[in-house]
Structure formats: structure tokens, C-alpha cells
């Protein structure tokens, strides 16, 4: 694991090398080539390096800008899916749940959740009740990893006591269980990660275009590395198309053979407000006052989060944005429980919008979609899988390979189930990090050093050894926030970050939790950081800079 982490942090996977790794991509032949980094292309590298195989991922934009950096950021059971019987689905889900937070307990973070049961909303306390027990029961039977604390059954009074500001009026009662709070993209990060330090060659802004092939299979794919404009190819032994909501897009080449459409896009809108304009202690599950579709309010911090919608989409897949009906949809729902909750537009932070890769199923509404993954051949050998969970990413790479060893593709690879369920390089136990804190004294604020364990866990050691010798980077980049110049330093340096965008939105979360008035002062800064690490000059800067404001300004809609 040492020597692993060693190679973590040896600078190779970054910007400045962006050109050695696709001159590397055009040499050799890979066993497997992926298309697509968002968590389900990123966990199908990770599986495959673990195996032992070479492989080669590409995306046409930063990896996990879609749906991988726009999801609730939880990575949980789903609750909801025991209303329509899918036991098997949910006991996949929380056990993968229970894996993710016993290996990477820094960044899956335990998460109380309140469900309550109201008089006017025609929910039963019976069935919550038994929902609960049934949940517990799936996660932690015949399974090695176990819930974080189970659920508890409440009155009342004890859940007003939990949560003071909440409505009154017509509660039967609840409970509470427990699933977690992820942020996506370092998920999805620290899965490509885990393969790059494997031997994988993952690229981001590069654009798939065609296949390549021999005697009607394919052999491997021509791209376009969308920074340069140069075409190139890559050559492989099995490609598989990962792209989640792209899906359709790249199989649009087959009428004949694939089942068209694979994918309802389904666009599912969130809020960010402070903690203290709700005054919520706990998640909570609710539901919508329109239709009664379910929905959580999450602390995060100092922050709540609160969606999501789930409506059919039919706009352009690469830029989801909410509008005024997503937004007072959401406070509504919120309202109802918290009326005093002042949920004014300008004490809005953030919104942000992503799009569901949800299979298609005929004769199902929006929300009713499975979450299910699918998994299929075309004639000439490409792979594609879609559908699925965050939390099922890496069962979903178990059941991918599982295809290919019944296929023969690869001669002796691991075949042994849930191989794949092993610590993370990254992964950092709370006792090691303060144990590195006591020993060291790093002279940082204790919130800046509880942010930089829960997102980066043994990479926080890293940046705070950065800051010990450069006392510049332990800067605040915002004197109301925990985020400082070294983490941006430690990004680039290690995390293939072309553009200032890709900072914000996916290495970290700045684009939803600094507020948008406030955004125009910290890409300012963030972006000279950039300029003097990669040499842009001013009009380079400045062309980086409007592409991140023009963005926030889009999530913002009054």
C-alpha cells in the first residue's frame, strides 16, 4: 500500500503531462478501453486495473461532469425503491453502502436520517416502521460490512425534540436510520485514481468519435483530443461505453442489434441554502406538496442541500440548469415541514442540475424508474453498461466482468467475487489522521483541518506536509470558508485539472458552497493560482475565468 501511495503522489498525473499520457495512448494496445469517466467508467477502471489488465479511459469532458457531480452526494440504500419491492436492489445498494464507509471513512460519512409520518399525507406508520426494520435487515444480513447504527422507532415528542423548528401539526410519529454523505466527483476521483496508480491511462477532453475495426469487431476507437484538435487512435482488445446519459448517443450507430432507446433522461434539480435558514438538525426525507414525490433536506456543514426533482428531459444532456419552477417546487416541499424557514432567493448559494441515466422502462413514469443497471453485447463487441446507482458503481464493474470471463475474453484474471472490495490508497481511519495532527502541529485552523481529512483523506497528509514547507498555501481562499491555496496546489499538481472550471465544480465544491455573489472574487484568485502553475497569460486567465462565471450565472435564475 506504501509504494502505491508513493506513486500518488509522484506529479505524473496532471496537466503538464497530458501530452506523454496520449502519446502513450496511441502506442501499445490496451486490453480495455473505456468510454466515459464518471463514476460508472471510473469504477470499470478500477475493477480492471485491480485485475491486472491495462487500461485506457477517455471522456469528452472533465471526468465526472455529468451526473457524477450533480447527484443528492449520498451514497445510500435507497429507501424508496422497498415501496415497489426491488429487495434485491436495495440489499445490493446499502451493502455497497456498508463497504464504501468502512474503506473510505473520510469522504462516506455517516448520516442520520429523519422520516416522519403525517395525518394529512395519507402515509402509514405501520409500513415506515416496517420499511425500517426491512432496510436494516437487507444491509446487514450475511454481510461482513454492517450498518453505521441502526434505526430507531420515535413518538412524536421525540422527534419534535430532534427537531424543534419542524411543524407540529398532525405528526404521528417516525423514525430515524442511517445511510451517508459522499461528494461524488472525489469519489469518482479517487476510484480513476486507484487505477491510474495501477498503470491506467485516463485522459479527460478527449472525444470519442468512431471505432475502429476488423473483420466487423471492434478493435479500438478514433478520438479527438479536444485541446489541441488532433485526431488520434487507440487500440484495444474490448471497448466498453460507459457514458451514462450519453449512452443513446454512442449507440445510435446500431438500429439493428441494440434496443433503441436504452436511456429516459431524467433531470433532477437541487438547492443549497444555510444550515441556519432552515435550522434542521438532521437529513430528512419529505415529499413533495404537487405530486408527493419523496425528497431529502441534508446538512452538510453549514450548509442544507434539498432535492431532488425528477422530471422527464428532453434538452441538451451537457448543460442541465435549474429554473424558477424546479427551485419553488423544492421550497414548497419545504416549507411545508419548516414554515418558518426563510427560503428567500437571495439567501440562495447555489443550484445545480443533473440528468439520471435511467433505463428505460415502458409504461413507468419518471420517478417509478428502476435504478437498476443493464448490461449488454452489440454484434462487433462493444460492451455497454448503464442505469445504476453511485453507491452500486463498483458491483456494477463486478457485474461487467462477470460478462466478460463468461465471454473468455481475458485468460487469468481474478474471478473471485467482491475482489474488488478493497481498502483505498487514499482511505484514512479518523485515530491515523489525528495521530499525524498531534505529532506534527500544522499551525491550521481546526475547521480547515477537519475539511481536508473529510475530502481527502491520506492526501491531507500530503497537503498539509505542503504547507509546512511553503506557509503561502495555507491560505483561506475565503476567510468564511475552509478551502485553502495548498489544496488547489495538490489538485493540480495530481488530479489532471485542465481548466479552472474543473476545480469549482469537481475537485471541489466550491461551485455550490461559496455563495454566488462571492464566486467572481475566488475564481479570481484560484485562476492566478492556475496561471503561475500552468504559465497562462492574461488573455488565457481572463478566457478562464468567464467560462466558470458564465456557468454560475446560468445556475442562477433571478
Known amino acids: 500500500m506504501e509504494s502505491l501511495r508513493k506513486k500518488l503522489y509522484e506529479e505524473k498525473w496532471n496537466f503538464k503531462n497530458r501530452d506523454i499520457i496520449i502519446n502513450k495512448l496511441q502506442k501499445d494496445p490496451y486490453d480495455i478501453i473505456i468510454i466515459g469517466g464518471g463514476i460508472t467508467g471510473a469504477g470499470v477502471a478500477r475493477e480492471a486495473a485491480l485485475r491486472g489488465l491495462k487500461v485506457a479511459l477517455i471522456d469528452k469532458q472533465d471526468f465526472a461532469t455529468g451526473t457524477s457531480s450533480r447527484s443528492t452526494k449520498m451514497a445510500h440504500g435507497g429507501l424508496r425503491y422497498l415501496e415497489s419491492y426491488e429487495f434485491r436492489l436495495v440489499r445490493e445498494a446499502t451493502t455497497e453502502r456498508n463497504w464504501l464507509l468502512a474503506h473510505l471513512p473520510h469522504l462516506i460519512r455517516p448520516l442520520r436520517i429523519l422520516m416522519t409520518i403525517w395525518q394529512d399525507r395519507k402515509d402509514s406508520l405501520s409500513k415506515a416502521n416496517l420499511a425500517l426494520r ?194 419553488d417546487y423544492i421550497i414548497r416541499a419545504v416549507k411545508y415541514l419548516f414554515p418558518d424557514a426563510d427560503l428567500k432567493y437571495d439567501n440562495m448559494i447555489s443550484t445545480f442540475a443533473g440528468i439520471r441515466p435511467l433505463v428505460m422502462q415502458k409504461g413507468k413514469s419518471e420517478s417509478e424508474l428502476s435504478r437498476d443497471h443493464l448490461i449488454f453485447w452489440s454484434d462487433d463487441g462493444l460492451l455497454t453498461i448503464t442505469g445504476g446507482k453511485l453507491t452500486t458503481y463498483r458491483k456494477m464493474a463486478e457485474d461487467l466482468f462477470k460478462k466478460l470471463i463468461k465471454q473468455k475474453t481475458f485468460k487469468g484474471i ?120 500552468y504559465g497562462w497569460n492574461e488573455e488565457k486567465k481572463s478566457e478562464e475565468i468567464k467560462i466558470h462565471l458564465d456557468h454560475i450565472k446560468k445556475t442562477i435564475f433571478f
Open 134 to 327: 426491512v432496510y436494516d435487515l437487507l444491509s446487514d444480513s450475511y454481510s461482513k460490512f454492517k450498518t453505521y447504527k441502526k434505526h430507531e422507532v420515535l413518538k412524536p415528542e421525540e422527534i419534535i425534540e430532534l427537531e424543534p423548528f419542524m411543524k407540529k401539526e398532525g405528526l404521528l410519529g417516525g423514525g430515524t436510520y442511517y445511510d451517508t454523505n459522499v461528494d461524488d466527483a472525489r469519489l469518482v476521483l479517487e476510484s480513476l485514481k486507484e487505477a491510474v496508480v495501477r498503470g491506467t491511462d485516463a485522459i479527460n477532453y478527449v472525444e470519442f468519435k468512431s471505432f475502429i475495426k476488423e473483420d466487423g469487431k471492434i478493435i479500438g476507437i478514433k478520438c479527438l483530443d479536444l485541446e489541441k484538435n488532433i485526431e488520434f487512435e487507440i487500440k484495444g482488445k474490448q471497448v466498453v461505453n460507459a457514458t451514462g446519459i450519453w449512452t443513446d448517443q454512442i449507440l445510435e450507430k446500431y438500429p439493428d442489434d441494440i434496443p433503441e432507446p436504452v436511456i429516459s433522461p431524467t433531470k433532477g434539480v437541487h438547492l443549497v441554502f444555510p444550515l441556519e435558514k432552515i435550522k434542521n438538525n438532521n437529513a430528512l426525507i419529505m415529499r413533495s406538496v404537487d405530486d408527493n414525490r419523496g425528497m431529502f433536506l441534508i446538512p452538510r456543514g453549514n450548509f442544507t442541500l434539498i432535492g431532488t426533482t425528477d422530471t422527464d428531459y428532453k434538452d441538451d444532456l451537457d448543460n442541465p440548469y435549474c429554473t424558477k419552477e424546479d427551485a
Open 414 to 533: 481474478k474471478r473471485k467475487k467482491n475482489f474488488s472490495r478493497q481498502k483505498f490508497i487514499i482511505g484514512l481511519e479518523k485515530s491515523e489522521w489525528q495521530e499525524f495532527i498531534e505529532t506534527n502541529n500544522p499551525k491550521l485552523d481546526k475547521d480547515i483541518l477537519d475539511y481536508l481529512y473529510q475530502q481527502y483523506g491520506h492526501g491531507a497528509i500530503k497537503i498539509v506536509e505542503m504547507c509546512q514547507k511553503d506557509t503561502v498555501l495555507k491560505e483561506r481562499l475565503l476567510p468564511e470558508h475552509p478551502f485553502i491555496t495548498g489544496e488547489i496546489v495538490y489538485s493540480l499538481k495530481n488530479e489532471q485539472v485542465p481548466h479552472l472550471i474543473d476545480v469549482f465544480c469537481r475537485r471541489t465544491e466550491m461551485a455550490i458552497l461559496i455563495h454566488h455573489t462571492k464566486q467572481k472574487i475566488v475564481t479570481e484568485k484560484v485562476a492566478e493560482i492556475m496561471a503561475k502553475e
